[in-house]
């Protein structure tokens, strides 16, 4: 991160330690005023004519308040909010929750603790890790056959993306879920102890929760100083945690692998549009967050979110979607304000529903909805976080801009020669065509200096 950072010379552009607390768009300038603190706590604001949240979908933890949590004496901290100062070494962890941020946890923390107790209210798939050693020839190709790395890579890709099939409603889809749980079934059986087996193997549909590749949890079970219980939390007092069973443990520090709040997109920031209200009441409205092509929301206009509702593959990874949409808002609204073919951009109400639309009946039936506790289901019954199809096909979706779904005002008539210009100019200063003038430079200039060495 810090090379790429380098490399394109962005740090001049960033400030660090600064928290969004919120924004406003304001008519009267066509900008939002966008509402900061820095770490001391000073707040401010800034002017902006484009507003893009890049907040993650799975950043902010899930805010749980257990009976009796506050009067814990010792540390309780978040997986996500780690505290790297305590010194575990030798105590008694409690670690609450089986996704798979407690999956990465145990195996890491097990060896060191003198006792560790996870409580887990539901079981989770979990397959073993299909990462392999390359081979020497492989090795070899890697470095010496050109594109041979982005061969691999894009085998990679189309694989991972082959695996949405799996949760999707249908026959074929049933078929390849039903061939893959029993691999799942036999590595949990071959790998964790017998005891925990009833309480490991899970009775819904593969990929209704997030699937684990285990990072060595399954193995780390067998350790003697680790307990699994298949139970929730009743209360934590001064010094110990009681299970829902009733049963009551000391502890000297309790981790929370408890998830993050995905539902409440660009919670806590508080966003207002141009009707005046805020984006969580106009969510509330729409029982969940939406956006089309989870980038844009009517009434936010020069607004647009990166991994927003619907945007999130269960099979691929959450950075090309990302990718995608960084391409898709420089086209969108990026080009269109700087090029000045409109001032203000605003997708159509009857767009982003339409898309919306389309994406839950896509969803309906899936593997996603199937009745477990997941973090894709909001509390109104709505998938506001999964992406239904292939992750190819978002970036073939958002490659082509449909510029009829949006609102486009203000701007100059002109836009169309600067777009011209623009792309003309940054194509006339990209590496290949400077390597491409540079080339022809010395082509000719040798033919100039034969030409006069032969004159004379
Ligand atoms: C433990 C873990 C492992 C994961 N592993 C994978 C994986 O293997 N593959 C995968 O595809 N995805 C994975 N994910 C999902 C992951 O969230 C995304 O892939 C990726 O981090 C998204 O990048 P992002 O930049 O959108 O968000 P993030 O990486 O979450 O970055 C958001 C940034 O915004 C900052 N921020 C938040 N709110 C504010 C505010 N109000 N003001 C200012 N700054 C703010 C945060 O501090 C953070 O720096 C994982 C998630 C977790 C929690
Ligand atoms: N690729 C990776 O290596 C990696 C690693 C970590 C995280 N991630 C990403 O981050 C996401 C979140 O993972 P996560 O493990 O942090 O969260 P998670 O999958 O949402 O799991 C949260 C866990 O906490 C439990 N829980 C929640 N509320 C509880 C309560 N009130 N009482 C008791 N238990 C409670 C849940 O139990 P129930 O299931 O019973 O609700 C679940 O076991 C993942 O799905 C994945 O996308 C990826």
Redesign the pocket.
């Given at each position: 991160m810090e090379a790429t950072v380098d490399k394109f010379n962005l740090r001049p552009h960033m400030q660090f330690g600064?928290?969004?607390?919120g924004a406003k768009w304001v008519s009267k300038t066509n900008k939002w005023d966008v509402y900061l603190q820095d770490m001391t706590g000073r707040k401010f604001t800034q002017q902006a004519e484009i507003f893009v949240s890049?907040?993650?979908?799975?950043?902010?933890p899930r805010n749980i308040k257990f009976p009796g949590m506050d009067k814990f004496n010792g540390p309780i901290f978040h997986?996500?909010r780690w505290d790297h100062t305590y010194d575990y070494t030798g105590k008694r962890m409690a670690i609450i929750g089986n996704g798979?941020?407690a999956a990465?946890v145990v195996p890491s923390v097990v060896h060191d603790v003198k006792y560790l107790k996870q409580f887990a209210r539901s079981p989770q798939w979990y397959h073993e890790r299909p990462n392999r050693e390359f081979s020497n020839f492989e090795k070899f190709c890697f470095q010496y056959i050109p594109l041979w790395q982005r061969y691999q890579r894009y085998s990679l890709f189309k694989s991972s993306d082959a695996l949405v099939d799996t949760y999707m409603p249908g026959e074929r889809s049933r078929k390849i879920r039903k061939a893959t749980e029993e691999g799942a079934i036999k590595y949990i059986r071959e790998t964790a102890p017998a005891k925990y087996l009833d309480m490991l193997i899970p009775k819904f549909p593969l990929g209704c929760k997030r699937r684990i590749f285990d990072p060595n949890y399954l193995q780390a079970l067998h350790e003697e100083n680790m307990v699994l219980v298949g139970e929730g939390i009743k209360e934590i007092d001064e010094t110990g945690v009681t299970g829902e069973s009733g049963t009551r443990e000391e502890f000297d520090v309790i981790v929370l692998a408890t998830g993050?709040q995905v539902s409440d997109f660009l919670a806590?920031?508080k966003i207002i549009g141009s009707t005046g209200h805020l984006l969580s009441e106009q969510w509330q409205e729409s029982k969940g967050a939406q956006a089309y092509f989870g980038t844009y929301v009517h009434n936010f206009p020069n607004m647009a979110i990166?991994?927003g509702p619907n945007t999130f593959p269960a099979h691929?990874?959450?950075?090309f979607t990302?990718e995608t949409q960084v391409d898709y808002i420089i086209k969108t609204l990026f080009a269109s304000v700087v090029d000045k073919r409109a001032t203000i951009v605003e997708v159509k109400k009857e767009a982003e529903n339409d898309w919306v639309t389309g994406v839950q009946k896509l969803l309906a039936g899936s593997v996603f909805s199937a009745g477990c506790s997941n973090w894709y289901i909001n509390s109104a019954g709505k998938n506001s976080a999964s992406w239904p199809g292939y992750a190819y096909d978002f970036w073939r979706e958002t490659l082509f801009p449909r510029y009829t779904d949006f609102r486009l005002e203000g701007g100059s008539r002109l836009w169309v020669l600067r777009s011209a210009y623009r792309q003309l100019a940054s194509l006339l200063f990209s590496k290949p065509s400077l390597f491409l003038f540079l080339t022809v430079g010395f082509i000719w200039k040798d033919i100039l200096v034969e030409r006069a060495a032969s004159f004379f």
């Open positions: 600064i928290s969004c607390l890049a907040v993650g979908g799975i950043s902010e997986t996500a798979c941020s990465q993050f806590p920031m990166l991994f691929n990874s959450v950075l990302c």
